[in-house]
């Protein structure tokens, strides 16, 4: 059974390389399938961790030379994120919104590791060493799979901004959603900016966006501009029961909900803000959307599919806490990026084994959940518990297996000190 099950991840496993390495030699097609072996099998984005999972006849220091010269020599984050695009949307759930958001990796020792600058650490409030990410992520109900990744650095010279990396992922999303309907676009306080506002506006997507207390509002009916952190006094709210997310915990609390349409500085449509109340909160919530909302219940609505870009969350923990991203050790950019973009696309192959059901997937999973031996098996934790199981799983191998054919130099037809059998001299 374990034999079978290697080879339904092997299939998988090529079929990804091959549509993530289209255009690239064999052997970098053989460093992603690699990749993307050893992260399953080591649950690691260290070089070394990877190389071991992988279980090559040859000595691991070889692995990690031929891994890092591949990494170093090809470019695998569009391809990888056009993948996932192209994968994921075709069966996209009328209930699943486009979450946005963005993350960092934080490097506190590393002195010599290239365009490292100084970011932002969302989670202890403070400046520290380190790199930038992007993601998008379709959030459902108990379903989140990634969509798009990207990894880079404000000191690098090919960057630009970050609403120029973020409207790039958006672009390639907008591309591959031709003839589909509307996506809903869910973005945290990060991503409260007019030109993003504009954006979306001009390319008809509609959006769900946290507002900063000190952007202004125009009521409808008003000529003042107020600050949105006054808004909460000028709304008529409606008191119901509903869910929130406290301390990283779904609860059911009493809310108010209140609705406003009007303007923001600087935008002509008219746009609508919902005003949540918690009591479980010292202050009020408040989200733009160009959604149309009549009222208190449908504002409710919306606050709902906000509630799902949580789930985005989810991606970064799993990242951080099940593959330790933030102790990749790879020293050049160019490689740092390929790892985390194989990253995604490891956990993008994961996601499908934890969410698809039929074609012998079920059967993996339930397979794979025995061998994690966890016990939490339902709802998010599937992640970890099918990783748990894949690495597992790997590491009983008896040996590697051959999902690409190994590259071996061939010397040409006349050199020095070759010559063709047969040829004749002279």
Not at 148 to 156: A, K, Q
Not at 265 to 284: A, D, G, M, R, T
Not at 291 to 297: A, N, Q
């Amino acid at each position: 059974m374990e034999d079978a099950i290697i080879k339904q991840i092997s299939e998988r496993i090529k079929r990804a390389s091959k549509k993530i390495g289209k255009g690239n030699s064999l052997s970098e097609k053989r460093c992603i399938s690699d990749m993307l072996l050893g992260m399953m099998g080591s649950n690691d984005t260290k070089l070394s961790s990877i190389s071991r999972a992988l279980q090559e006849k040859t000595a691991v220091g070889y692995t990690i030379k031929r891994l890092s010269r591949n990494l170093q020599e090809m470019e695998v984050t569009e391809a990888v994120n056009r993948y996932m695009i192209s994968q994921r949307l075709h069966n996209l759930a009328d209930d699943e919104i486009i979450a946005i958001d963005g993350g960092d990796v934080r490097k506190n020792y590393a002195q010599k590791m290239e365009h490292m600058s100084r970011i932002h650490d969302g989670s202890k409030k403070e400046l520290c060493n380190g790199y930038n990410l992007f993601c998008m992520a379709t959030v459902g109900n108990q379903r989140v799979q990634p969509l798009y990744g990207e990894f880079y650095s404000t000191t690098n010279a090919e960057y630009k901004s970050t609403y120029h990396i973020v409207t790039k992922a958006l672009d390639m999303l907008k591309e591959k959603n031709k003839g589909r309907p509307r996506l809903t676009i869910v973005a945290d306080r990060g991503h409260d900016d007019e030109k993003m506002y504009r954006y979306y506006l001009k390319n008809d997507m509609r959006f769900i966006t946290r507002l900063r207390k000190n952007r202004y509002f125009t009521v409808e009916g008003s000529t003042l501009d107020r600050s949105v952190g006054d808004l909460y006094g000028f709304t008529k709210s409606k008191k119901m029961t509903g869910e929130v997310i406290h301390e990283g915990v779904v609860k059911t609390s009493r809310l108010e909900i209140g609705l406003l349409h009007g303007k923001i500085q600087h935008i002509e449509e008219e746009l609508s803000i919902i005003v949540v109340k918690s009591s479980l909160f010292p202050e009020p919530m408040y989200l733009l959307t160009n959604i149309s909302v009549e009222d208190e219940k449908a504002a409710y609505q919306v606050y709902a599919k906000y509630l799902k870009r949580w789930g985005i969350e989810l991606l970064f923990r799993v990242m951080k806490e099940k593959f330790n991203l933030e102790d990749i050790r790879v020293m050049k950019y160019q490689r740092l990026r390929n790892v985390f973009a194989l990253l995604m696309a490891t956990i993008y192959l994961i996601s499908k084994i934890v969410y698809t059901v039929g074609n012998n997937t079920e059967f993996i999973q339930k397979s794979l959940l025995k061998k994690a031996k966890r016990i939490k098996k339902k709802g998010h934790f599937l992640y970890y518990s099918v990783a748990d199981g894949l690495m597992t799983l790997i590491r009983r191998m008896k040996q590697k297996p051959i999902i690409f054919e190994p590259v071996f130099w061939q010397p040409p037809a006349y050199s020095l000190f070759y010559r063709t059998p047969g040829a004749k001299n002279g």
